[in-house]
């Protein structure tokens, strides 16, 4: 865990006036996978992990950032953008700030320092606690009294599409923003309104397991399912001959889906079909947890990463194993892959006693099979971005 005094002791021994601190947790998304960006239902929750800044304003428009995980600065002018896509964190910084300035916040140069948490790479979303710690940190900086949160989570999106070249979703920039303790958030991702559903476990708790697998396609297979949803829609579209026309797959019911996969590729259809179910089991899941019914919550994981397996294609052998091992184990409820795939993190919900066997049932698998140590933390839903 970071030491917040520790950064603030750091920061003042480097650039010699006191910091404001800020910070901003990373997530872990209970059920509803790559339903975000077909404007669908997604079930997160903000985590106990963090990324701190430690930050003051300027008198110039420079920004000047160090990381103490990577020892790495870099530095930019708010007057003079630089270019985007340049495969380095600065495109996370920068592009939020970029995206700020576009939206009316008055930010202005900054020191900053940074530290985290959030494992890079895991799927726990380290990219949008990044981007939101930024977002928060330079709007407070700039002095804006009240931050419109639903346009700081619009604003790290923007940053991934325009300057990362990710076209991702809004659930991790948005439960970044607006996480509550306590509190998994279902989320509708086309009218951006959630749901704060109450984590009713009893005497169970989430577990997240890293793997600490992370497989090079991930970032070009997102981009290609994406473009894969949209041309499942546009087919959709001709075979229903609705008016209006379904807008994203959020619009296509399971009844739609079947009456026309035949007339489509298969592997569109099998895309489209994961995203369609995945929808439904969302809000089944949502309703099942307000009742504390964990029994059909955890069966509902159960499915969701089958279908994850089986019709979208973004899990892995270490996923599979990892899930397989986990299921296998008195006191589960449900485990499945979380996140973008290809490597990462599985959630799991179980009995709290039966965390440490869970936990060495899933290391003898990993290790055993690929000579991979995975790590875990039980976790909690925590607040969004914040100032400490």
Request: net charge negative.
């Amino acid at each position: 865990m970071i030491d917040p005094d520790r950064l603030r002791r750091q920061f003042e021994a480097e650039y010699g006036e006191k910091p404001r601190l800020f910070s901003a947790p990373g997530r872990v998304n209970l059920i509803g996978e790559h339903t975000d960006y077909n404007d669908g239902y997604v079930m997160p929750m903000a985590i106990d992990r963090r990324t701190y800044i430690a930050g003051s304003a300027r008198r110039d428009s420079r920004v000047l950032v160090r990381s103490l995980n990577i020892d790495s600065s870099i530095e930019f002018d708010l007057a003079h953008p630089g270019p985007t896509r340049r495969g380095s964190w600065i495109d996370y910084v920068e592009g939020t700030a970029r995206a700020l300035l576009e939206r009316g916040f008055d930010i202005r140069g900054a020191n900053l320092l940074l530290e985290s948490d959030v494992p890079a790479g895991a799927g726990l979303s380290a990219s949008a606690a990044l981007e939101l710690a930024v977002a928060y940190a330079l709007a407070s900086l700039g002095g804006a009294t009240h931050l419109d949160r639903v346009q700081l989570a619009l604003a790290g999106q923007a940053a991934e599409h325009h300057y990362v070249g990710t076209l991702c979703g809004i659930m991790d920039q948005y439960v970044a923003a607006l996480g509550q303790s306590g509190i998994a958030l279902l989320i509708d991702c086309r009218s951006l309104d959630f749901t704060p559903i109450p984590l009713q476990l009893g005497s169970a708790c989430v577990l997240i397991c890293d793997t600490r697998v992370k497989h090079e396609l991930s970032s070009s297979a997102y981009n290609e399912r994406r473009q894969q949803c949209e041309a499942g829609v546009v087919m959709l579209a001709a075979e229903l001959g609705r008016d209006p026309p379904p807008r994203a797959l959020r619009d296509v019911s399971e009844a739609d889906l079947d009456a026309c996969a035949g007339r489509m590729p298969p592997l569109i259809a099998r895309r489209c079909r994961h995203v369609v179910t995945e929808n439904a089991r969302t809000l089944a899941a949502a309703a099942h947890l307000k009742r504390g019914d964990l029994l059909e919550l955890g069966a509902l994981m159960s499915a969701s990463h089958a279908s994850l397996r089986d019709d979208y294609e973004v899990s892995c052998a270490e996923l599979d194993e990892a899930v397989a091992a986990a299921s296998g184990q008195p006191g589960v409820y449900g485990s499945r892959m979380t996140g973008g795939g290809f490597g990462g993190c599985t959630v799991t919900v179980l009995e709290r006693e039966a965390v440490d066997r869970v936990s060495a049932a899933i290391t003898h698998q990993l290790e055993s099979r690929f000579d991979k140590t995975p790590r875990f933390f039980a976790t909690q839903a925590c607040d969004g971005a914040r100032e400490d």
